[in-house]
């Protein structure tokens, strides 16, 4: 009854559903995977955002790097802004308006460090310099996130040059620090609040969005698994009904043998 298992047809079928069985194990494992990583990142940037303030020198000096595990950390530092080597970053946007973010040192005993004070909105052209609104003078207090150097690997933001003077496309401290009379320090901060205050400012960044840490990818995993039973099953069924119509074949060829006797 089953010798047709043995088909070029049915041979094919099996194959088929006994490659796609570990494909789909490994496509469900590497969803698993990035719900792990992701969901690990997000309990690690909420439990930075809800964290006291700390110096910026326990976590950062000039010339290092910013580990990941301190993405998003509340800082603190104190210095003077140096608005002749403020900068502004291009196409970057808050609520959906294209705008610039606003980039200038802090200058502090141990060191500069860049603070992105916030978003302006873009003028006329994309070439046309915005209108910045000036940082407080004299010693100020910044409280913010320390925020590692930006990539194009951590951003997928393309660098280029020939941009307007003052303009920039990436935050990269080690990059800029080549231009600036004074070490730099690895990461940069995203103003949360400073003192004193001034009548006019850039708006501030919202903290980041967490998301769902990683369900959207669990959601995955849990699918590409259930592919598996989808495709055996598939598999029965189709070798049940093909058993089955058989049978009915033989039966029906049986009966008429019978009648024609």
Not at 91 to 107: A, E, H
Not at 135 to 146: A, S, Y
């Amino acid at each position: 009854m089953y010798r047709f298992l043995l088909t070029r047809r049915w041979v094919g079928l099996h194959l088929l559903v006994l490659a796609l069985i570990p494909a789909f194990f490994f496509l469900g494992k590497w969803q698993w995977g990035r719900f792990e990583e992701r969901s690990a990142a997000s309990a690690r940037i909420t439990a930075n955002l809800a964290a006291a303030p700390v110096p910026l020198d326990r976590l950062d000096r000039p010339g290092a790097t910013v580990p990941e595990r301190d993405r998003y950390r509340l800082v603190t530092v104190t210095g003077r802004y140096d608005p002749a080597h403020e900068l502004v970053v291009r196409r970057r946007s808050l609520n959906t308006r294209v705008g610039f973010y606003v980039v200038t040192p802090l200058v502090t005993p141990q060191g500069a460090v860049l603070v992105n004070r916030g978003w302006v909105p873009a003028g006329v052209t994309a070439d046309t310099p915005p209108r910045v609104p000036a940082p407080p003078t004299g010693e100020v207090t910044v409280t913010g996130r320390l925020r590692p150097a930006e990539t194009r690997e951590n951003t997928g933001i393309r660098n280029r040059s020939g941009l307007p003077s003052g303009q920039i496309l990436l935050i990269d401290t080690p990059a800029l620090a080549k231009g600036l009379p004074y070490g730099l320090f690895g990461g940069f901060v995203e103003l949360t609040a400073q003192t004193p205050t001034t009548a006019e400012a850039p708006e501030l960044l919202p903290p980041p969005d967490v998301g769902a840490g990683g369900g959207l990818n669990l959601a995955y995993a849990v699918q590409w698994w259930l592919f598996i039973g989808i495709a055996v099953g598939g598999w029965v069924l189709l070798v049940r009904r093909e058993a089955r119509d058989l049978r009915t074949e033989q039966e029906s060829q049986g009966v008429t043998v019978r009648a024609a006797r």
